[in-house]
C-alpha cells in the first residue's frame, strides 16, 4: 500500500504530463461547449508556462533540495563502504543496443569509481532496479558493466536489485552489508535526492556520509543562465517529486523529519 501511496505521489510531481492533462481536459470541454471553464484552464496553464519560462522557478525549488547536504571537505581515513544510489541507468536503450547505456544522472558512478581509487578497501554497493516488470535487465547490472569499465574491481562490488524505490534501496542494501557502529559509510546519490536518501538512513539507524553528485539547480542570483524551457519543465518535476517525496515519507512514518538537517 506504501509502495502505491508513494507512486501516486510521483504521478502528481510530473509537470509535464499534468501541462497535458490540463490541456486535454481544456479541448474536451471545449467540445462539450462548455467554453468558460475551458477557457480558465488555459488560462492558468498559459500564465503557469509563461511564468516558467520567464522565472527561474525551477532552481528556486531545486538549489534548497541540492544545497542541503554539502560535499564533504575531509573523507574519513578508512570507508568500510561506499553505497550508489541508481537513478541514470537505461534499461530500454541497454536492451534495444546491447549496450549498458546511461541518461541524466551519471555523475553517480563516476563519484563512485573515483572514491573507489582513493579508498581500495571500501566496498562498493549498487542499490537499484526499477519498477517496469517487462525490463530484462537491471539497473544494478548496467551500473556493474560501467563500473567495471571504470577500473573497478567486479570482486569490490555488490548489487542490490530487488528495489522498487529508496525506502528499499536503503533497507535492502542494509540487510546485504549489516554495517556496524563506528563504521565508515558514504552514500552517494543525486544531490536533489540526497535530503530524502539521508533521512531515510537515519531512521534506519545506518549512520552515512552524504557525498551528493549531479546538480542541476544554480544558486539564486548567480546570474547564470537560465536552462531552456524543456528542461526547465524536468527540473521543476525532479523538485516536485522531491518534495513531494520528503512530506510523504514523513507522514507514512519512514523517516523522523520533513528536511533533515546536516
Known amino acids: 500500500m506504501l509502495f502505491v501511496v508513494d507512486k501516486f505521489f510521483n ?7 499534468t501541462a497535458l492533462g490540463i490541456l486535454l481536459v481544456a479541448l474536451a470541454l471545449l467540445a462539450l461547449g462548455r467554453r468558460r471553464l475551458a477557457t480558465v484552464l488555459l488560462a492558468v ?7 516558467l519560462y520567464i522565472l527561474p522557478i525551477d532552481d528556486w525549488a531545486l538549489y534548497p533540495l541540492e544545497a542541503r547536504f554539502p560535499k564533504p571537505q ?12 541508481g537513478g541514470g541507468e537505461d534499461r530500454r536503450a541497454t536492451m534495444a543496443w546491447g549496450e549498458p547505456t546511461l541518461y541524466g544522472d551519471f555523475g553517480s558512478l563516476l563519484e563512485a569509481s573515483r572514491l573507489s581509487k582513493l579508498h581500495p578497501e571500501a566496498q562498493i554497493l549498487f542499490s537499484g532496479y526499477g ?24 570482486a569490490r562490488i555488490i548489487l542490490e536489485d530487488r528495489s522498487r524505490d529508496t525506502w528499499q534501496n536503503l533497507v535492502y542494501s542494509k540487510a546485504l552489508v549489516s554495517p556496524k557502529p563506528g563504521e565508515s559509510w558514504i552514500l552517494v546519490g543525486a544531490a536533489s535526492h540526497m535530503p530524502r536518501s539521508i533521512a531515510i538512513a537515519r531512521h534506519l539507524g545506518w549512520d ?10 544554480v544558486p539564486p542570483g548567480s546570474g547564470l543562465p537560465q536552462a531552456e524551457m ?6 521543476l518535476g525532479t523538485a516536485l517529486h522531491e518534495w513531494i517525496g520528503l512530506l510523504a515519507y514523513w507522514l507514512e512514518g519512514r523517516t523522523e523529519t520533513i528536511f533533515p538537517i546536516p
Open 74 to 85: 575531509q573523507l574519513p581515513s578508512v570507508v568500510r563502504g561506499i553505497v550508489v544510489l
Open 11 to 17: 504521478v502528481l510531481a510530473r509537470p509535464a504530463d
Open 131 to 154: 519498477t517496469d516488470p517487462r525490463a530484462m535487465v537491471t539497473e544494478a547490472a548496467i551500473a556493474r558493466q560501467i563500473l567495471a569499465a571504470m577500473g573497478v574491481a567486479p
Open 208 to 217: 552515512m556520509l552524504a557525498d551528493p553528485t549531479s546538480y542541476l539547480s
Open 230 to 235: 524543456v528542461r526547465k519543465i524536468d527540473h
Open 45 to 51: 496553464l498559459g500564465v503557469t508556462l509563461t511564468s
